[in-house]
């Protein structure tokens, strides 16, 4: 193993992540805005945490069709967990609770996705499969996620090579967790069963920062199409992550695209970490054959412990139970991450699987003097048969998530000799991740015997293009071309306006900097004085630009418009002031002097700039700026 320790994270180098292999890979889910929900027809996009029952259920793993049970399903069914389901029978039905067949695929939902595809420069499959992904952590009440892929080998450009799109899959939304404590779990399922899309790109990010930068493209790549779901929770991101020597390790859910680089820096260091922890193992003669580890009931010997959480523990009359990690001295103080250490690998898996949740849920040996006496881990170390070159593990709780927990402290010791399990992991606040579960294998998945295979013709396909966007980086070039402002470049490229910019330029000939602004830029403003601007229409910025073209409107005029026309929910003729001739201007002019000259002025010698502001607010939207200035500077 290359010798190379971590730098800050401000430090780290492109040269620094290529001698460590780093490699990542994004699995985008977009959520598609459609009227109803992917397999039956109960509203879409209607989020409440108000619920009008409560469903209990119990998970249990299936075979696969090869005659297998997938190790995610196995580890979650170790966990024994009730799961509960808050219903509101305004947004759910029977089909999500797996008491009805499902309705045939929404295609108003298959025709968005397929546009994202054809974006993606992918192949369209021909014909669409339904399967069944089993979701054992009870996201969906069903037990499994019906998905098909639609989509294969598409590619994006970055930089100065491309991006694999390996494929694309329509799926059904799982429920939002609303807590997760011992061995109960509770979801709302205000968005189960909405449409999404997962887009998986190949494992080609070489830094965090690029894994961020391509999540952003494709995140603007489908919104391009205006026919996604925008705002908190419409869209996630899972980053796969590995390093030379490591394995995939996929962050799961990932929120807010500015978060990846920090979170996969993490991940990258807690490899690296873990790979070196094995090697200190292999130098102690500790591998995966010759690893030992034994557990012993200490509840006994323990009982007068000053540690308050074991204390507790003994007068609620749980049990105390301590492993053994045979020539682990010191290592559960080993740093996988930035002030994390491999005592928390331990810990989460008792939390998770375990499901002891309160935290410390484990002490041990290696952090004498932060918990029990020395005194009593010497007597502990006597009674188990331990030595100076052991580490002991102490967990509390009842009989069974005792025994749990001591089988799972034993596995993740046992894992270190090998290096890096296969893990789903959290994204944590402070950039580092915590175990969720056991990385899903290909046994969860299998056919699903409800719904009949959906043709994907020729005629269908051909029709999609037809309103079909501009490729985002085919548009960001000509948008640099024109020299339109930077900060409107990539939020024009995904605007429902990006094809209204066209006309304006072909048909109506506005300078492209003023369309661009008045697009992106006023709406913007708009919504900082608490207007809607949802209500902004294509039509809508059409007639006002074609006011302004005809001379109705000045640019300051076109910002009242459109507040005009949001207020009404529609632009009118009538909302256009009657144009102002020359005479009438000066006439306005000689009246706003005649008012200024009966108000006391602060400063004299601003006369004609405060006579210019008071004149434009009754002309803002007929007469431009530079005419009033003209009228009012030039004149002696």
């Not at 805005?33 to 793993?61: N, Q, V, W």
């Not at 996604?228 to 992550?241: C, F, H, I, K, M």
């Not at 490229?493 to 300078?511: H, M, P, R, V, Y």
């Amino acid at each position: 193993m290359k010798d190379f320790l971590f730098k800050p994270f401000e430090e780290m180098t492109e040269k620094d992540y290529e001698t460590i292999g780093f490699k990542s890979g994004l699995e985008i889910h977009q959520q598609l805005l459609t009227d109803k929900k992917l397999f039956c027809r109960c509203p879409a996009g209607r989020y409440s945490t108000k619920y009008h029952a409560e469903i209990l259920r119990h998970m249990r793993p299936t075979l696969s069709e090869l005659g297998e049970y997938d190790g995610t399903a196995l580890m979650e069914f170790k966990t024994k967990k009730d799961i509960i389901y808050r219903i509101n029978r305004d947004t759910v039905c029977t089909y999500e609770m797996d008491d009805t067949p499902p309705f045939l695929i929404n295609d108003d939902a298959l025709d968005i996705a397929l546009q994202c595809g054809l974006l993606f420069d992918c192949s369209i499959v021909d014909e669409l499969h339904i399967a069944r992904k089993q979701y054992l952590d009870g996201s969906i009440p069903t037990g499994f996620q019906r998905t098909a892929i639609f989509a294969l080998d598409g590619k994006i450009p970055y930089k100065n090579r491309t991006i694999d799109i390996v494929q694309m899959s329509i799926e059904e939304d799982s429920c939002r967790e609303v807590s997760d404590q011992g061995h109960t779990r509770v979801y709302v399922t205000d968005r189960l069963g909405m449409p999404l899309i997962e887009t998986v790109t190949g494992p080609n990010m070489r830094t965090p920062f690029e894994v961020a930068e391509v999540a952003e493209i494709c995140a603007n790549i489908v919104r391009s199409t205006n026919k996604v779901r925008r705002g908190t929770g419409s869209a996630r991101e899972d980053v796969n992550v590995s390093v030379e020597g490591g394995t995939r390790i996929e962050i799961k859910g990932v929120p807010k695209i500015n978060r990846i680089p920090l979170l996969t820096y993490y991940e990258a260091m807690r490899q690296w970490n873990l790979l070196r922890l094995r090697e200190e193992l292999h130098k102690r003669g500790i591998t995966k054959d010759t690893f030992q580890a034994s557990s012993e009931d200490i509840t006994k010997i323990v009982k007068k412990a000053h540690y308050l959480p074991v204390r507790n523990a003994i007068e609620q009359g749980l049990k105390i139970k301590c492993v053994v990690l045979k020539g682990f001295a010191g290592l559960l103080n080993w740093q996988t991450q930035t002030d994390t250490y491999f005592s928390k690998e331990i810990s989460d898996r008792v939390r998770v699987i375990a499901c002891l949740t309160t935290i410390p849920n484990i002490i041990h040996s290696d952090s004498r003097g932060d918990n029990l006496l020395s005194a009593e881990w010497q007597n502990i170390k006597r009674s188990v048969n331990g030595t100076d070159s052991d580490t002991l593990v102490i967990v509390w709780g009842n009989e069974q998530d005792t025994d749990m927990a001591v089988k799972e402290i034993i596995i993740r010791a046992k894992e270190a000799t090998i290096g890096v399990p296969s893990e789903t992991r959290q994204a944590l606040r402070d950039g580092t991740n915590g175990f969720e579960r056991i990385l899903p294998g290909a046994d969860r998945m299998y056919p699903d015997t409800d719904l009949p295979p959906t043709r994907i013709t020729d005629e269908r396909i051909n029709k999609l293009k037809e309103d079909l966007p501009e490729k985002i980086w085919i548009s960001n070039e000509w948008y640099i071309k024109l020299g339109i402002p930077e900060d409107t470049i990539n939020d024009l490229a995904i605007s429902k306006f990006n094809k209204l910019f066209k006309f304006l330029l072909s048909e109506l000939k506005i300078d492209p900097t003023l369309a661009a602004v008045v697009l992106i830029q006023f709406p913007k403003r708009l919504e900082k004085m608490k207007f809607d601007t949802s209500l902004i229409t294509v039509e809508m910025m059409k007639e006002i630009f074609r006011a302004y073209k005809d001379g109705l409107l000045t640019r300051d005029g076109i910002f009242i418009a459109m507040q005009k026309s949001i207020t009404k929910g529609k632009f009118y003729s009538e909302l256009l002031p009657k144009p102002v001739t020359s005479k009438e201007l000066e006439v306005i002019i000689s009246k706003s002097e005649e008012e200024i000259s009966a108000m006391r002025l602060f400063d004299p010698d601003k006369r004609k700039e405060i006579l210019l502001g008071h004149t434009m607010n009754k002309v803002r939207m007929t007469v431009e700026g530079q005419i009033v200035k003209e009228k009012i500077f030039n004149k002696s």
